[in-house]
Protein backbone atom coordinates (compact mmCIF):
# COMPACT_ATOMS: atom_id res chain seq x y z
CA UNK A 1 0.00 0.00 0.00
CA UNK A 2 1.06 3.37 -0.67
CA UNK A 3 1.07 6.26 1.48
CA UNK A 4 -0.50 9.71 1.51
CA UNK A 5 1.90 12.13 3.04
CA UNK A 6 0.69 15.13 4.59
CA UNK A 7 1.63 18.90 4.42
CA UNK A 8 1.85 20.84 7.99
CA UNK A 9 0.84 24.44 8.42
CA UNK A 10 3.08 26.79 10.16
CA UNK A 11 2.25 30.69 11.08
CA UNK A 12 -0.45 30.66 8.09
CA UNK A 13 1.86 29.53 5.44
CA UNK A 14 1.72 26.34 3.88
CA UNK A 15 5.12 24.37 4.24
CA UNK A 16 6.55 22.41 1.34
CA UNK A 17 6.50 18.86 1.53
CA UNK A 18 9.92 17.52 3.29
CA UNK A 19 9.98 14.25 1.42
CA UNK A 20 9.64 13.62 -2.02
CA UNK A 21 6.47 13.63 -3.84
CA UNK A 22 4.66 10.26 -4.73
CA UNK A 23 4.53 8.88 -8.40
CA UNK A 24 1.40 9.48 -9.94
CA UNK A 25 -1.28 6.61 -9.44
CA UNK A 26 -1.13 3.36 -11.66
CA UNK A 27 -3.07 3.62 -14.60
CA UNK A 28 -6.62 2.63 -14.69
CA UNK A 29 -6.32 -0.64 -16.09
CA UNK A 30 -4.24 -1.93 -12.50
CA UNK A 31 -6.30 -0.08 -10.01
CA UNK A 32 -9.64 -2.31 -9.03
CA UNK A 33 -9.77 -3.92 -5.53
CA UNK A 34 -6.05 -3.71 -5.31
CA UNK A 35 -4.46 -0.68 -3.31
CA UNK A 36 -3.08 2.79 -4.62
CA UNK A 37 -2.60 6.30 -3.61
CA UNK A 38 -3.94 9.22 -5.22
CA UNK A 39 -0.90 11.18 -7.36
CA UNK A 40 0.52 13.75 -4.82
CA UNK A 41 0.05 17.54 -6.93
CA UNK A 42 1.42 20.69 -4.98
CA UNK A 43 -1.07 22.39 -3.05
CA UNK A 44 -1.67 26.00 -3.88
CA UNK A 45 -3.99 26.43 -0.77
CA UNK A 46 -3.09 28.91 2.06
CA UNK A 47 -5.72 29.23 5.16
CA UNK A 48 -5.91 31.49 8.02
CA UNK A 49 -8.54 32.01 10.78
CA UNK A 50 -10.65 35.46 11.11
CA UNK A 51 -8.82 38.66 12.72
CA UNK A 52 -11.74 37.63 15.66
CA UNK A 53 -10.21 34.28 16.12
CA UNK A 54 -6.28 33.91 14.88
CA UNK A 55 -4.54 30.96 15.18
CA UNK A 56 -1.93 30.39 17.91
CA UNK A 57 0.32 29.29 15.44
CA UNK A 58 3.11 31.30 16.82
CA UNK A 59 6.58 28.34 15.70
CA UNK A 60 7.25 25.52 13.58
CA UNK A 61 7.22 23.64 16.99
CA UNK A 62 3.54 24.73 17.99
CA UNK A 63 2.26 24.13 14.60
CA UNK A 64 3.02 20.49 13.65
CA UNK A 65 0.20 18.35 15.06
CA UNK A 66 0.53 15.05 16.40
CA UNK A 67 -0.85 13.13 12.85
CA UNK A 68 -0.81 9.67 11.79
CA UNK A 69 0.46 8.36 8.46
CA UNK A 70 -2.51 7.15 5.85
CA UNK A 71 -2.63 3.91 3.80
CA UNK A 72 -5.09 4.38 0.86
CA UNK A 73 -7.18 1.66 -0.53
CA UNK A 74 -8.93 2.00 -3.82
CA UNK A 75 -12.31 0.22 -4.30
CA UNK A 76 -15.05 0.84 -6.64
CA UNK A 77 -15.34 3.57 -9.22
CA UNK A 78 -18.75 5.62 -9.95
CA UNK A 79 -20.11 8.38 -12.10
CA UNK A 80 -20.38 11.86 -10.46
CA UNK A 81 -20.80 10.60 -7.29
CA UNK A 82 -22.14 13.31 -4.38
CA UNK A 83 -22.62 12.09 -0.83
CA UNK A 84 -22.32 8.53 0.63
CA UNK A 85 -23.60 7.45 4.26
CA UNK A 86 -23.11 4.51 6.04
CA UNK A 87 -26.65 2.58 7.08
CA UNK A 88 -26.39 1.87 10.55
CA UNK A 89 -27.32 -1.81 11.45
CA UNK A 90 -26.02 -3.20 7.65
CA UNK A 91 -22.71 -3.27 6.00
CA UNK A 92 -23.46 -1.50 3.44
CA UNK A 93 -22.50 2.06 2.23
CA UNK A 94 -25.23 4.23 -0.04
CA UNK A 95 -24.14 6.27 -2.40
CA UNK A 96 -26.17 8.85 -4.50
CA UNK A 97 -24.64 10.03 -8.34
CA UNK A 98 -25.61 13.93 -9.51
CA UNK A 99 -27.12 11.82 -12.75
CA UNK A 100 -29.77 10.47 -10.71
CA UNK A 101 -28.97 7.00 -9.41
CA UNK A 102 -28.16 5.71 -6.12
CA UNK A 103 -25.69 3.14 -5.65
CA UNK A 104 -25.28 0.43 -2.30
CA UNK A 105 -22.15 -1.43 -1.74
CA UNK A 106 -21.71 -3.87 0.27
CA UNK A 107 -20.28 -7.49 0.91
CA UNK A 108 -21.82 -8.66 -1.83
CA UNK A 109 -20.64 -5.75 -4.22
CA UNK A 110 -21.92 -2.22 -5.82
CA UNK A 111 -25.53 -2.02 -6.80
CA UNK A 112 -28.21 0.04 -8.21
CA UNK A 113 -30.94 1.33 -6.20
CA UNK A 114 -34.74 1.03 -7.86
CA UNK A 115 -37.37 3.70 -7.22
CA UNK A 116 -35.38 7.21 -6.90
CA UNK A 117 -37.36 10.05 -7.73
CA UNK A 118 -36.79 11.72 -11.18
CA UNK A 119 -34.49 14.76 -10.89
CA UNK A 120 -33.43 17.75 -12.99
CA UNK A 121 -29.43 17.00 -14.00
CA UNK A 122 -27.75 20.37 -14.93
CA UNK A 123 -24.77 22.03 -13.71
CA UNK A 124 -24.80 21.72 -9.75
CA UNK A 125 -28.00 20.10 -9.89
CA UNK A 126 -29.21 16.46 -9.50
CA UNK A 127 -29.43 13.93 -6.98
CA UNK A 128 -27.72 15.27 -4.13
CA UNK A 129 -27.18 13.89 -0.18
CA UNK A 130 -28.52 11.29 1.22
CA UNK A 131 -29.02 10.08 5.05
CA UNK A 132 -30.35 7.48 7.43
CA UNK A 133 -33.15 8.84 9.81
CA UNK A 134 -32.85 8.05 12.94
CA UNK A 135 -35.51 5.49 12.97
CA UNK A 136 -33.48 3.66 9.91
CA UNK A 137 -32.70 -0.03 11.88
CA UNK A 138 -36.24 -0.61 12.49
CA UNK A 139 -38.43 1.33 9.30
CA UNK A 140 -35.10 1.75 6.36
CA UNK A 141 -36.45 5.57 6.33
CA UNK A 142 -33.86 7.49 4.73
CA UNK A 143 -33.74 11.58 3.48
CA UNK A 144 -32.35 12.69 0.40
CA UNK A 145 -32.37 15.81 -1.59
CA UNK A 146 -32.26 16.54 -5.08
CA UNK A 147 -33.27 19.53 -8.04
CA UNK A 148 -36.80 19.55 -9.05
CA UNK A 149 -38.45 21.88 -11.86
CA UNK A 150 -41.25 23.65 -10.88
CA UNK A 151 -42.80 27.74 -11.74
CA UNK A 152 -39.95 29.78 -11.83
CA UNK A 153 -37.76 27.60 -13.06
CA UNK A 154 -35.49 25.05 -10.34
CA UNK A 155 -34.83 24.00 -6.24
CA UNK A 156 -33.53 21.94 -4.30
CA UNK A 157 -36.31 19.54 -2.38
CA UNK A 158 -36.12 17.80 0.81
CA UNK A 159 -38.00 13.76 0.96
CA UNK A 160 -38.11 10.74 2.84
CA UNK A 161 -38.62 7.12 1.82
CA UNK A 162 -37.87 3.86 3.23
CA UNK A 163 -34.92 1.94 1.73
CA UNK A 164 -34.90 -1.77 1.56
CA UNK A 165 -30.99 -2.81 1.73
CA UNK A 166 -31.65 -6.80 0.84
CA UNK A 167 -34.41 -5.73 -2.35
CA UNK A 168 -31.87 -2.39 -3.01
CA UNK A 169 -34.85 -0.34 -3.77
CA UNK A 170 -36.63 2.93 -2.57
CA UNK A 171 -40.36 3.11 -1.79
CA UNK A 172 -42.74 5.80 -0.37
CA UNK A 173 -40.71 8.53 -1.60
CA UNK A 174 -42.44 11.95 -0.08
CA UNK A 175 -41.14 15.36 -0.65
CA UNK A 176 -41.20 17.25 2.73
CA UNK A 177 -39.16 20.30 1.97
CA UNK A 178 -38.95 22.66 -1.14
CA UNK A 179 -36.43 25.66 -1.42
CA UNK A 180 -38.18 28.50 -2.45
CA UNK A 181 -38.34 30.57 -4.47
CA UNK A 182 -37.70 28.32 -7.53
CA UNK A 183 -35.33 30.31 -9.94
CA UNK A 184 -33.67 29.87 -13.35
CA UNK A 185 -29.85 29.19 -13.02
CA UNK A 186 -27.96 25.72 -12.72
CA UNK A 187 -25.97 26.35 -9.29
CA UNK A 188 -25.86 26.89 -5.97
CA UNK A 189 -28.29 24.39 -4.85
CA UNK A 190 -26.56 22.88 -1.58
CA UNK A 191 -29.27 21.10 -0.11
CA UNK A 192 -26.79 19.02 2.74
CA UNK A 193 -28.73 17.46 5.37
CA UNK A 194 -27.61 16.51 8.99
CA UNK A 195 -30.25 15.25 11.68
CA UNK A 196 -29.64 16.10 15.58
CA UNK A 197 -31.76 14.85 17.49
CA UNK A 198 -35.54 15.51 16.26
CA UNK A 199 -34.37 18.49 14.26
CA UNK A 200 -33.62 18.09 10.58
CA UNK A 201 -31.35 20.33 9.18
CA UNK A 202 -31.15 21.35 5.52
CA UNK A 203 -28.53 24.06 3.64
CA UNK A 204 -30.17 25.84 0.95
CA UNK A 205 -27.80 27.98 -1.26
CA UNK A 206 -27.92 31.48 -2.62
CA UNK A 207 -28.79 30.09 -6.28
CA UNK A 208 -26.01 32.29 -7.38
CA UNK A 209 -28.76 35.15 -7.01
CA UNK A 210 -26.82 36.92 -3.89
CA UNK A 211 -28.89 39.06 -2.39
CA UNK A 212 -31.65 36.43 -1.30
CA UNK A 213 -28.98 35.34 0.93
CA UNK A 214 -29.99 38.44 3.08
CA UNK A 215 -34.15 38.84 2.65
CA UNK A 216 -36.47 37.43 4.57
CA UNK A 217 -39.45 35.97 2.43
CA UNK A 218 -36.33 33.74 0.89
CA UNK A 219 -35.11 30.18 1.56
CA UNK A 220 -31.97 30.85 -0.43
CA UNK A 221 -28.65 31.48 1.24
CA UNK A 222 -29.46 29.76 4.70
CA UNK A 223 -29.51 27.04 6.58
CA UNK A 224 -33.18 25.87 7.86
CA UNK A 225 -33.66 23.63 11.18
CA UNK A 226 -37.10 21.92 10.53
CA UNK A 227 -38.51 19.01 12.31
CA UNK A 228 -38.31 15.49 10.67
CA UNK A 229 -41.58 16.11 9.23
CA UNK A 230 -40.30 19.57 7.59
CA UNK A 231 -42.15 21.74 9.35
CA UNK A 232 -40.05 24.63 10.93
CA UNK A 233 -39.08 23.83 14.40
CA UNK A 234 -41.29 25.77 17.19
CA UNK A 235 -38.15 27.64 18.96
CA UNK A 236 -36.30 28.64 15.85
CA UNK A 237 -34.83 31.86 15.93
CA UNK A 238 -36.04 33.78 13.84
CA UNK A 239 -39.71 35.06 14.61
CA UNK A 240 -41.30 35.18 11.02
CA UNK A 241 -43.57 37.99 12.14
CA UNK A 242 -42.34 39.79 8.95
CA UNK A 243 -41.92 37.21 6.56
CA UNK A 244 -43.73 33.21 7.46
CA UNK A 245 -40.82 31.62 5.44
CA UNK A 246 -38.14 32.98 8.13
CA UNK A 247 -39.66 30.64 10.91
CA UNK A 248 -37.64 27.98 9.13
CA UNK A 249 -34.23 29.63 9.18
CA UNK A 250 -31.62 28.69 11.81
CA UNK A 251 -28.92 30.93 9.98
CA UNK A 252 -28.56 33.41 7.44
CA UNK A 253 -25.95 35.29 5.03
CA UNK A 254 -24.95 32.03 3.29
CA UNK A 255 -23.45 31.34 -0.40
CA UNK A 256 -23.21 27.72 -1.16
CA UNK A 257 -22.59 25.67 2.16
CA UNK A 258 -21.56 22.15 0.79
CA UNK A 259 -20.91 20.21 4.39
CA UNK A 260 -23.00 20.33 7.31
CA UNK A 261 -21.95 17.98 10.22
CA UNK A 262 -22.32 17.93 14.73
CA UNK A 263 -19.05 17.67 16.46
CA UNK A 264 -19.45 15.56 20.06
CA UNK A 265 -20.69 18.37 21.60
CA UNK A 266 -23.69 19.12 19.34
CA UNK A 267 -21.87 22.38 17.51
CA UNK A 268 -23.19 22.41 14.30
CA UNK A 269 -19.93 23.36 11.32
CA UNK A 270 -20.71 24.13 8.11
CA UNK A 271 -18.46 24.37 5.11
CA UNK A 272 -19.27 26.80 2.16
CA UNK A 273 -17.89 28.06 -1.09
CA UNK A 274 -16.63 31.93 -1.20
CA UNK A 275 -16.29 33.82 -4.82
CA UNK A 276 -12.85 33.82 -5.84
CA UNK A 277 -11.06 33.46 -2.47
CA UNK A 278 -12.88 33.28 0.84
CA UNK A 279 -13.93 29.78 1.20
CA UNK A 280 -15.30 29.58 4.55
CA UNK A 281 -15.56 26.64 7.70
CA UNK A 282 -18.20 28.32 10.04
CA UNK A 283 -19.65 27.31 13.48
CA UNK A 284 -23.09 27.59 12.49
CA UNK A 285 -25.03 30.18 15.49
CA UNK A 286 -28.55 30.04 15.86
CA UNK A 287 -29.59 33.37 14.71
CA UNK A 288 -26.34 34.54 13.10
CA UNK A 289 -26.22 36.44 9.68
CA UNK A 290 -22.79 35.33 8.19
CA UNK A 291 -22.45 38.17 5.36
CA UNK A 292 -22.90 37.18 2.16
CA UNK A 293 -23.06 39.07 -0.55
CA UNK A 294 -22.39 41.91 2.04
CA UNK A 295 -18.79 40.44 3.61
CA UNK A 296 -16.21 37.90 2.55
CA UNK A 297 -12.54 37.32 2.66
CA UNK A 298 -13.19 36.88 -1.34
CA UNK A 299 -13.72 38.66 -3.98
CA UNK A 300 -16.50 38.47 -7.15
CA UNK A 301 -15.08 36.76 -10.26
CA UNK A 302 -14.80 39.80 -12.09
CA UNK A 303 -12.57 41.59 -10.32
CA UNK A 304 -15.11 43.37 -7.85
CA UNK A 305 -13.85 43.73 -4.31
CA UNK A 306 -16.76 42.78 -1.45
CA UNK A 307 -15.66 43.89 2.55
CA UNK A 308 -13.88 41.91 4.48
CA UNK A 309 -15.34 40.66 8.06
CA UNK A 310 -14.35 42.90 10.05
CA UNK A 311 -14.63 43.46 14.27
CA UNK A 312 -18.13 45.23 14.55
CA UNK A 313 -19.64 44.67 11.08
CA UNK A 314 -22.65 42.88 12.54
CA UNK A 315 -21.64 39.11 10.62
CA UNK A 316 -20.36 36.37 12.27
CA UNK A 317 -17.05 35.68 10.89
CA UNK A 318 -15.75 32.36 9.39
CA UNK A 319 -13.32 30.08 11.76
CA UNK A 320 -11.16 29.18 9.17
CA UNK A 321 -11.05 30.40 5.36
CA UNK A 322 -9.15 29.72 2.27
CA UNK A 323 -7.47 32.50 -0.06
CA UNK A 324 -7.10 30.94 -3.06
CA UNK A 325 -10.15 28.63 -2.73
CA UNK A 326 -10.22 25.13 -2.55
CA UNK A 327 -14.09 24.82 -2.86
CA UNK A 328 -15.33 22.64 0.14
CA UNK A 329 -17.63 20.13 -1.33
CA UNK A 330 -17.85 18.23 2.21
CA UNK A 331 -17.48 18.51 6.04
CA UNK A 332 -16.86 15.27 8.04
CA UNK A 333 -16.25 15.57 12.00
CA UNK A 334 -13.98 12.29 12.81
CA UNK A 335 -15.84 10.60 16.05
CA UNK A 336 -14.05 7.27 15.52
CA UNK A 337 -10.56 6.12 17.78
CA UNK A 338 -8.86 4.37 14.47
CA UNK A 339 -6.81 7.38 14.40
CA UNK A 340 -6.94 8.55 17.91
CA UNK A 341 -5.00 12.08 17.48
CA UNK A 342 -7.64 13.40 15.06
CA UNK A 343 -10.67 12.36 17.26
CA UNK A 344 -13.10 15.30 16.86
CA UNK A 345 -11.31 16.95 14.27
CA UNK A 346 -13.02 18.27 11.03
CA UNK A 347 -12.27 16.63 7.66
CA UNK A 348 -12.60 19.14 3.89
CA UNK A 349 -12.77 17.78 1.39
CA UNK A 350 -11.52 20.36 -1.43
CA UNK A 351 -12.69 20.04 -4.97
CA UNK A 352 -10.65 23.04 -7.20
CA UNK A 353 -8.13 22.47 -4.34
CA UNK A 354 -7.68 18.62 -5.20
CA UNK A 355 -6.96 18.07 -1.28
CA UNK A 356 -7.90 16.90 1.90
CA UNK A 357 -8.09 19.00 4.78
CA UNK A 358 -7.83 18.53 8.55
CA UNK A 359 -8.60 21.25 10.92
CA UNK A 360 -8.47 21.14 14.80
CA UNK A 361 -10.98 21.83 16.93
CA UNK A 362 -10.87 23.05 20.06
CA UNK A 363 -14.49 23.52 21.32
CA UNK A 364 -15.70 26.53 19.43
CA UNK A 365 -11.59 27.40 18.11
CA UNK A 366 -10.73 25.69 14.63
CA UNK A 367 -7.16 25.84 13.22
CA UNK A 368 -6.13 24.27 9.68
CA UNK A 369 -4.00 21.55 10.84
CA UNK A 370 -2.86 19.40 7.70
CA UNK A 371 -3.80 18.79 4.16
CA UNK A 372 -2.87 15.98 1.65
CA UNK A 373 -2.97 16.68 -2.07
CA UNK A 374 -5.44 13.96 -3.77
CA UNK A 375 -4.61 14.82 -7.17
CA UNK A 376 -7.88 14.85 -8.03
CA UNK A 377 -11.38 16.69 -6.99
CA UNK A 378 -13.05 15.47 -3.31
CA UNK A 379 -16.68 15.84 -3.65
CA UNK A 380 -17.36 13.15 -0.26
CA UNK A 381 -15.95 12.44 3.17
CA UNK A 382 -17.71 9.59 5.59
CA UNK A 383 -16.43 7.44 9.09
CA UNK A 384 -16.71 4.03 8.86
CA UNK A 385 -18.48 1.58 11.14
CA UNK A 386 -14.52 0.97 12.15
CA UNK A 387 -13.25 4.34 12.16
CA UNK A 388 -11.71 4.00 8.71
CA UNK A 389 -12.13 7.33 7.07
CA UNK A 390 -13.87 6.90 3.44
CA UNK A 391 -13.03 9.29 0.30
CA UNK A 392 -15.41 9.99 -2.85
CA UNK A 393 -13.15 11.75 -6.01
CA UNK A 394 -16.02 13.78 -8.04
CA UNK A 395 -16.42 13.00 -11.68
CA UNK A 396 -17.00 10.77 -13.73
CA UNK A 397 -14.73 7.11 -12.67
CA UNK A 398 -14.63 8.77 -8.97
CA UNK A 399 -13.12 6.49 -7.20
CA UNK A 400 -13.92 5.42 -3.71
CA UNK A 401 -11.19 5.24 -1.61
CA UNK A 402 -10.22 3.68 2.15
CA UNK A 403 -7.75 5.14 4.33
CA UNK A 404 -6.54 3.66 7.56
CA UNK A 405 -3.79 3.88 10.02
CA UNK A 406 -0.20 2.42 8.44
Not at 40 to 45: E, I, L, R, W
Not at 133 to 162: H, I, N, R
Request: aromatic share 6%; charged share 20%.
Amino acid sequence: MRKLAPVALATLALVACSGTPEPATAPPSTVGPTTSAPAASPSATTSATTAQSPSPATSAASAVPETHELEVTVHDTFDEPWAMAWLPGTDALVITERGGTMKLRDASGVREVSGVPEVVVAGQGGLGDVIPGPTFTTDGTVYLSWVEAGDGGTGAVVGTAKLDVSAAALSDVAVIWEQRPKVDGDGHFAHRLAIQDDHLFVSSGDRQKMDPAQELDSTLGKILRLTLDGQPAADNPFSGEDAPVAQQFYSMGHRNPLGLAFDADGRLWSTEMGPKGGDELNLIQPGANYGWPVASNGSHYGGGEIPDHTDGDGFEPPKVFWTPSISPGSLMIYQGTLFPAWTGDAFIGGLSGEVLIRVDLDGETATEAENWPMGSRIRALSEGPDGAIWVLEDGPGARLLELRPS
